[in-house]
């Protein structure tokens, strides 16, 4: 009878520990099934694993109490110990959690056209944990740490279903401004992805020294936005030229004034 | 459907296609494509007009030349354009376009909704010529101006009348309230000799129907 209630606490621990490591890998089977469908692989592997191995950890701890071991040294050293990793990594840790708030703000995902001011410009290929990989539009691959990312302002162009064309266009004072602004008018109704509504619209920018500048713009779908603009830019002066508008040089008037003698 | 043997060409509208010498050519304004090929024939269906010149869209805008204020279970016809699949031994190998093809966006630049734009007559009766008849039925809870409609052609049945080649929608049906809400009815819109490509009795068409609520 005294053997088997010696052995009781042991027994108790060994369910203890069965019990910590059916738990973290059922809780991992269900982290493996659900995190996906919000995260890359780059995140959520590594957040498993973290979570997987901390459950053990802190499961096991517990299992040990009815062998009435003092674990207070233990904890205390494995919180300095903590302590001092935390220090250590602390860029690390600030990347990561940076990553994880990006996951929860989803300011972009992957496949996203971005501007990360002051840093680069280009589509997101990947959202890792620790980072955020980019692809600039001159085909180099920018790795940037998901803190500094995060601390920067983010131009999402990718976010809305739509994109403006805005297109400065100088005229001649001497052109008629009506058929210029009609001439491009007509030039976005022949692009099929010009969205006819919002309408496209020309206005006046500004009467400059050589011309005035007319601002040409129209709307058009995000996936679509660039190819759009650059057929709409290689067409603008044929166009123009068509309804007999003119696109002048910069040009200067000067006047010369002569004395009486020399007239 | 339509079938194209050697030798033949097929001139839609704006679209054309021929096959002639081991080589498919297809052609309307955005597209020119030359694919050789085997094949003794190729088969041409009506598809939802929203793949040409590249899919950005499920939704279709009509817009009205004139706006109308419906009396409710008014039945009214409409135009529409549809794409042109081109099939060689079961795969598509292209779209064309028979009609212009623009684009629009319905409600707010921050989360409105890209559709295929096109501009109809509303008439009481389904008008001549190559565009896809749409026959729209309308449900009034409190009567409005209605100048446009946006359809998800997602899942669209597109007929084809046997004795003319003429196109026509399934019905589609639009319940007039605070919001519009425009519903696929899965119903051929006329009784006669239709075939629904691929060839499958209408009778036989058991899909759910699909809406959208027109909030803008």
Known sequence: ?263 | MWILRKGDTLEIGRAEISLNDGRLILKDEHVKRSILTDAEEVEVRPHPPVNVPSRVTDYLMIRMREGIVPADGQELWLSAPYDLGISLDGEIVGFLSPFRVKYSLYGPTTEGVVCRYHESPVSRAPQQGIDAKVKVIFKVESPREVDRIVIPVNELDIFLRNEDGAIYYEVVEVTVGDDLYVELKNEPPVEADLVYPPVKSVDLIQRIASGYRMVW
């Open chain 1, 1 to 263: 009878m005294q053997a088997i209630d010696s052995l009781l606490p042991y027994v108790g621990v060994l369910l203890g520990v069965i019990g910590t490591l059916l738990v973290a890998f059922l809780l991992r089977r269900f982290l493996n099934r659900v995190l996906p469908k919000y995260m890359t692989a780059a995140v959520y592997k590594p957040l498993t694993s973290i979570i997987f191995y901390t459950v053990i950890f802190f499961g096991i701890v517990s299992s040990l109490a009815p062998l009435n071991i003092d674990l207070s040294g233990l904890l205390i050293a494995g919180g300095t110990l903590g302590i001092a990793v935390a220090f250590a990594s602390r860029t690390v840790f600030a990347n990561f959690l940076s990553g994880v708030f990006i996951y929860l703000d989803r300011p972009l995902k992957p496949g996203d056209a971005i501007r990360v001011e002051g840093v680069v410009e280009g589509v997101v290929k990947e959202i890792g944990i620790f980072s955020t990989k980019i692809m600039s539009w001159d085909g180099h691959l920018v790795r940037i740490p998901n803190e500094k990312l995060f601390s920067s302002p983010i131009v999402n162009f990718s976010a809305m279903p739509v994109r403006r064309i805005s297109i400065p266009v100088g005229i001649s004072y001497s052109s008629d401004l009506e058929a210029a602004k009609e001439a491009l008018i007509r030039l976005a109704d022949q692009h099929p992805f010009v969205l006819a509504e919002p309408a496209p619209e020309v206005l006046v920018q500004e009467y400059g020294d050589s011309a005035v500048v007319l601002n040409f713009r129209c709307w058009a779908p995000t996936s679509q936005w660039w190819p759009t603009k650059v057929w709409l830019l290689s067409k603008v002066k044929e166009a123009l030229e068509e309804a007999g508008v003119e696109i002048p040089f910069p040009q200067r008037v000067v006047w010369l004034k002569r004395s009486e003698e020399s007239g």
